[in-house]
């Protein structure tokens, strides 16, 4: 599978050449993309960018990554953990890399996640528009304020994010940060697992 408009009506159950909801599936896509993005505080296709940085002294990430390649600076004064997508500098200075990073092809964990949320989201917009519906607008729903607090030997407090569609996704064995991860919430392990700073592409 692949992340485009092709796989998208397989996914979404639209007849294969049918291209009168491609407008509203790409808008569905970019939503779903720019939410995870978002959460994962990471560019995620491969991407050639420029990022600068001011005083850097030991390691910081950059925003796509693994990276493929590194444009400049190429006179050995940063160190580079492609894989990881970080640089390394010993003396406070201003870095400006431009690098390619990102993933040609996403991991098949991380690409079943997305098309699992796009299709949570696809059943709550107009096919022709790709804009919610009431319907679907309600599924979403929460305030995020606190819902109830818990006062025993310490204190717990539990945020009202809503109900979202179970469906697709995959089922958390521990706690997770709802109020975090919102309607992400059913693929929250998953995308966890590629949450910028946690280490490895």
């Known amino acids: 599978m692949s992340w485009d408009i092709a796989t998208a009506r397989q996914v979404a159950g639209v007849t294969a050449g049918d291209t009168t909801h491609d407008a509203a599936l790409q808008r569905v896509m970019d939503l ?34 693994p990276i493929s390649t590194v444009h400049s600076p190429t006179d050995g004064s940063v160190q580079v953990h492609c894989r990881e997508g970080w640089i390394g500098c010993l003396f406070g200075r201003e870095v400006v890399v431009d690098y ?3 993933y040609v092809t996403l991991p098949s964990d991380l690409e079943a996640a997305l098309w699992g949320i796009f299709l949570a ?64 919430s059913p693929w929250a392990s998953t995308l966890m697992r590629y949450r910028r700073n946690v280490g490895g592409a």
């Open 32 to 65: 779903v993309l720019a939410e995870v993005e978002g959460r994962l505080e990471r560019g995620l296709f491969s991407k050639r960018v420029v990022e600068k940085y001011y005083n850097v002294t030991g390691r910081i990430y950059v925003e796509r990554y």
């Open 100 to 102: 390619t990073g990102g």
């Open 121 to 184: 989201m696809w059943g709550t917009v107009d096919p022709m528009t790709g804009f919610p519906t009431a319907a679907g607008a309600a599924l979403i729903q929460g305030s995020g304020d606190v819902k109830k607090v818990t006062v025993f030997d310490a204190y717990a407090v539990e945020y009202d994010v809503g109900t979202t569609s179970a469906g697709g996704g995959n089922q958390q064995s521990g706690s997770v940060n709802q109020a975090f991860w919102g309607a992400l």
